[in-house]
T-cell receptor
Framework: AQSVTQPDIHITVSEGASLELRCNYSYGATPYLFWYVQSPGQGLQLLLKYFSGDTLVQGIKGFEAEFKRSQSSFNLRKPSVHWSDAAEYFC????????FGAGTRLTVKP | NAGVTQTPKFQVLKTGQSMTLQCAQDMNHNSMYWYRQDPGMGLRLIYYSASEGTTDKGEVPNGYNVSRLNKREFSLRLESAAPSQTSVYFCAVMGLMNSPLHFGNGTRLTVT
């Protein structure tokens, strides 16, 4: 069955530290891959997407993600976290049927 | 240009009542989706419609029905609401398959 797994429910990092959020998918073929961010009480905002080509993709707000076919992963990274990055992050995968992971909540310590 | 409009924004139902959540888009996109969002569970796909005239079940379709009325509108119906259906419901649309979802602002539903 198609599925998206985000192994980390909650991550805490210090402001200025680097960040990596994990995402693994299970699909018959390589799906299109997305990362979204949701601030409390808000809707979802697209950070970045991958559908072909260069496996390292750049997004908004200084985020990037790397697609690794061999690991069925699409991990999100940021070199230096800002307090405003505190939010919930969702990985999504699919083609026409789009599924989401359970999300990772990011807390940023001052 | 409203994008994706969901109505109502809030709703409280008693167990066993029925209701329809409405979603309309002015983006001229083919695909429309209904998700529910619950704490710790992310967004779970209820139903989707890849194009006008087609609907398909997602991960959690039980207790729901949908209608793709035309290209613009995709409604979600709860025939007999249960407390387990208390959630925030999001409608979303997609153009090309490699394009992102565009979401409505959500409907917060409470079933008592």
């Amino acid at each position: 069955a198609q599925s998206v797994t985000q192994p980390d429910i909650h991550i805490t990092v210090s402001e200025g530290a680097s960040l990596e959020l994990r995402c693994n998918y299970s699909y018959g073929a390589t799906p299109y891959l997305f990362w979204y961010v949701q601030s409390p009480g808000q809707g979802l905002q697209l950070l970045l997407k991958y559908f072909s080509g260069d496996t390292l993709v750049q997004g908004i707000k200084g985020f990037e993600a790397e697609f690794k076919r061999s690991q069925s992963s699409f991990n999100l990274r940021k070199p230096s976290v800002h307090w405003s990055d505190a939010a919930e992050y969702f990985c999504a995968a699919g083609r026409r049927e789009m599924r989401f992971g359970a999300g990772t909540r990011l807390t940023v310590k001052p | 240009n409203a994008g994706v409009t969901q109505t109502p924004k809030f709703q409280v139902l008693k167990t066993g009542q029925s209701m329809t959540l409405q979603c309309a888009q002015d983006m001229n996109h083919n695909s429309m989706y209904w998700y529910r969002q619950d704490p710790g569970m992310g967004l779970r796909l209820i139903y989707y419609s890849a194009s006008e005239g087609t609907t398909d079940k997602g991960e959690v379709p039980n207790g729901y029905n949908v209608s793709r009325l035309n290209k613009r509108e995709f409604s979600l119906r709860l025939e007999s609401a249960a407390p387990s259906q208390t959630s925030v419901y999001f409608c979303a649309v997609m153009g090309l398959m490699n394009s992102p979802l565009h979401f409505g602002n959500g409907t917060r539903l409470t079933v008592t």
